[in-house]
């Protein structure tokens, strides 16, 4: 069975802190997993994708790793601000044409106190 | 447009009634996904369309969820009979056709429903 593992649910750091975030999976066959950022009532918006051959993604002071082979990636978030406050969602992408190409993680949520 | 868009961004219903959240998707896209996220939960596939092929709605939690996709650009998602477990964020997204590349994959800013 496809499933993404997220960990911690939740976590409150300081702001100016760093933090890193987990997600491992059992999705097969594997395409690309990606790092989404939802924000309160709006949707999600990717941070980074990362394909099987990438180890390294980095978008400002969001980046990601991959582990094709252990199946796991975190993401890395650098000197956090108030605006990071938002719940970040692993996605896994299997090579396929169904619909059911998605798997999703329930999501840790991040709060940024100042 | 440049984004997916959806509407209303905020939905109050009454118990019984029915209600019909829309999804506007990027031009070009031909495929199409809803998904429901309820409070604290990931997300939950509901329902898929691909072009002009029969949509997949193995996702869809009872007979009382239908949705369309009219010319192959707008849907619109109808809830009959709303309970109040239905209460959700409904979030579509629209995507290139599969194998084309998923990086065009991207999402509306969702529906909140609340079934009162």
């Known amino acids: 069975k496809n499933q993404v593992e997220q960990s911690p649910q939740s976590l409150i750091i300081l702001e100016g802190k760093n933090c890193t975030l987990q997600?491992?999976?059992?999705?097969?066959?594997?395409?690309?997993l990606r790092w989404y950022k939802q924000d309160t009532g709006r949707g999600p918006v990717s941070l980074t994708i990362?394909?099987?051959?990438?180890n390294t993604k980095s978008n400002g002071r969001y980046t990601a790793t991959l582990d094709a082979d252990t199946k796991q990636s975190s993401l890395h978030i650098t000197a956090s601000q108030l605006s990071d406050s938002a719940s970040y969602i692993c996605?896994?992408?299997?090579?396929?044409?169904?619909?059911?190409?998605?798997?999703f993680g329930s999501g840790t949520q991040l709060t940024v106190l100042p | 447009g440049a984004g997916v868009s959806q509407s209303p961004s905020n939905k109050v219903t009454e118990k019984g009634k029915d209600v019909e959240l829309r999804c506007d998707p990027i031009?070009?896209?031909?495929?199409l996904y809803w998904y429901r996220q309820s409070l604290g939960q990931g997300l939950e596939f509901l329902i898929y369309?691909?072009?002009?092929?029969?949509?997949?709605k193995s996702g869809l939690p009872s007979d009382r969820f239908s949705a369309e996709r009219t010319g192959g650009s707008v849907s619109t998602l109808t809830i009959q009979r709303t309970q109040q477990e239905d209460s959700a964020v409904y979030l579509c997204?629209?995507?290139?056709?599969?194998?084309?590349?998923?990086?065009?994959?991207?999402f509306g800013s969702g529906t909140r429903l609340t079934v009162v």
């Open positions: 031009s070009g896209h031909t495929a």
């Open positions: 997204a629209s995507s290139p056709k599969p194998g084309q590349g998923y990086y065009g994959y991207t």
């Open positions: 990362m394909t099987f051959s990438e």
């Open positions: 997600c491992n999976y059992t999705v097969s066959p594997f395409s690309n």
């Open positions: 369309f691909q072009g002009n092929s029969a949509p997949d």
């Open positions: 996605v896994v992408f299997i090579s396929s044409g169904s619909a059911r190409q998605l798997t």
